[in-house]
C-alpha cells in the first residue's frame, strides 16, 4: 500500500503514514518533507479514487493550502518591486473604490481585513450546493467590486474564497498577468515544481485524485454548542457566508472539487492541484531563505518580513483565535499547529491538507489527501506525520 521512499533515520515517519490508513481513516494520500534543502521523505498510498492506486504521478486538489502559493507570488510580486503591500487596492483597480472601500490595501487582503469574507449576493452567481456557477470567476469579482464591507471597521475575518478573487484581479491589473501564469512562469518553472498549479491544465485531469467528504460527530452535544454552530455553518452564518454556502445549507465541496469546471479556472485561494512533492519543494526553498538548488526565488529579506506575525485576534469569520502573516497562516493558537515547529508558517487546506516551512530546522512539509475530514481542529493524520518528521531530527 504504502510507496515511496525515506531516508535513513527517517523510518518514524513511514511508520506514521502507514498507520493514518489503519488508524486514522486515510484512503489516498502523499507527504513529502525536505531537511536542509534535501528530500527525506518521499511516500504515497491508498486510491487516489476507488479501484485506482495513487501513485507517483497523482495529484489533488488541496484546497485552502492554494493560499500558500498565492502568498508567494504576491510575495515575488512585492520583491521585484511590481506591488505594494501598503498601498491601496485602488492604485491599480480603480473601480474598487466604491462602498467605502478605498483605502483596502494589499496588505488587509493579505491579514484577512479587507471585511469582504464573502461577496454580497454570491447566491445568484455560485454557492457550495454544487459546482455550478463556479467558473464565473468575472462575475463573483465584479460583485466585489462593488460590495460595500460586511465586516466593522478593523475587523479581520477569513476571506476563504475572496482572498483570491480580489488578489487576483490586483495582480491582473498591476502586471497583466493572473496570479497562476505568475506562479507557473516564475515559481514552479525555475524551481521544478512539475506537479503544482493555480488553474489546472485539462490534459492533467487522468492525474488528479478523487475527493471525498467525510463530516465527524460533534465534540459534544450540548444543545446550545450545536445550535450556536449549526448557524455559524448556515448561509446567514459567518464561516458559511465566507464558504458561500446556499440557502440549501449544502456542503458539496468533494462533489465542487472534483468537478473539472471548477479546477481549470483559477480560484487562487481553494483550488491549487499539486502533489505533496511540489508543494514540499516550495516550501523547502522559502525554508532556506528564498532559495534552493541555485534557484532564489524571492530574498532572505522577504521571506523573514512576509513571514512574520501581522495579525493576531479572534477571527470574525471562524469566531476563534487565529493568526496571520502576509497571507501565511502561523502556528501557535488551538485550531493552528503545524507539528511542534513554533516559528512555522504555511497553509492548511479544507479537509486536511496541509504545506509549511519553518526556517528555524530548515523543514519543508507538505501533506495531501483525498479524503476530506470536516472539523474545525488540527488534523491527527498530519498532526502524527509532522510529530514523527520532527521526532527524526
Known amino acids: 500500500m504504502i510507496r515511496g521512499y525515506v531516508d535513513p533515520g527517517f523510518s518514524a515517519v513511514e511508520e506514521a503514514f502507514s498507520a493514518n490508513f489503519t488508524e486514522r481513516g486515510d484512503t489516498g494520500a502523499a507527504v513529502t518533507a525536505y531537511v536542509d534543502g534535501r528530500k527525506v521523505v518521499d511516500l504515497w498510498g491508498g486510491e487516489r479514487a476507488p479501484g485506482a492506486e495513487w501513485d507517483e504521478d497523482t495529484v489533488v ?35 474598487f473604490g466604491t462602498g467605502g472601500k ?34 464565473r470567476v468575472g462575475d463573483l469579482t465584479a460583485l466585489l467590486e462593488r460590495a460595500e ?32 501564469e505568475i506562479f507557473a512562469s516564475e515559481i514552479a518553472g525555475p524551481l521544478g515544481l512539475d506537479q503544482a498549479w493555480i488553474g489546472q491544465p485539462p490534459e492533467v485531469d487522468p492525474q488528479v485524485a478523487e ?45 465542487t472539487g472534483n468537478d473539472p469546471g471548477f479546477r481549470h479556472v483559477e480560484h487562487p485561494a481553494a483550488n491549487g492541484v499539486v502533489s505533496a512533492r511540489s508543494l514540499a519543494r516550495m516550501y523547502a526553498m522559502l525554508a ?14 522577504s521571506v523573514e518580513s512576509h513571514s512574520a506575525e501581522q495579525w493576531r485576534g479572534e477571527d470574525a469569520t471562524f469566531l476563534a483565535e487565529k493568526r496571520y502573516a502576509f497571507g501565511y497562516m502561523l502556528p501557535g493558537t488551538p485550531t493552528e499547529r503545524f507539528g511542534p515547529a513554533e516559528k512555522a508558517f504555511g497553509h492548511p487546506g479544507m479537509g486536511g491538507s496541509l504545506g509549511f516551512a519553518d526556517p528555524e530546522a530548515n523543514v519543508g512539509f507538505a501533506y495531501v489527501t483525498r479524503h476530506m475530514v470536516f472539523e474545525v481542529a488540527v488534523d491527527p493524520r498530519v498532526n502524527a506525520l509532522a510529530d514523527a518528521l520532527y521526532g527524526c531530527l
Open 61 to 95: 486538489l488541496v484546497w485552502s493550502a492554494t493560499k500558500g502559493m498565492t502568498s508567494l507570488v504576491i510575495q515575488r510580486l512585492v520583491d521585484t518591486g511590481r506591488l505594494d503591500l501598503h498601498a491601496p487596492v485602488t492604485r491599480w483597480w480603480p473601480e
Open 211 to 255: 475527493l471525498h467528504l467525510t463530516v465527524p460527530p460533534p465534540p459534544t452535544d450540548d444543545p446550545d454548542f450545536l445550535a450556536a454552530m449549526a448557524f455559524a455553518m448556515s448561509s446567514e452564518g459567518p464561516i458559511g457566508r465566507a464558504l458561500m454556502v446556499g440557502p440549501s445549507g449544502a456542503m458539496n465541496f468533494a462533489e
Open 149 to 180: 464591507p460586511v465586516l466593522p471597521p478593523g475587523a479581520h475575518g477569513y476571506h476563504a474564497m475572496t482572498f483570491g478573487l480580489l488578489l487576483n484581479e490586483v495582480v491582473r491589473r498591476a502586471t497583466g498577468g493572473t496570479i497562476g
Open 102 to 135: 478605498e483605502d483596502v490595501t494589499v496588505a488587509d487582503i493579505l491579514t484577512h481585513g479587507a471585511r469582504l469574507p464573502y461577496p454580497p449576493g454570491y447566491e445568484a452567481v455560485a454557492t457550495a450546493d454544487g459546482p455550478a456557477g463556479w467558473d
Open 288 to 301: 532556506a531563505g528564498g532559495t534552493l538548488d541555485g534557484v532564489s526565488v524571492v530574498s532572505a529579506e
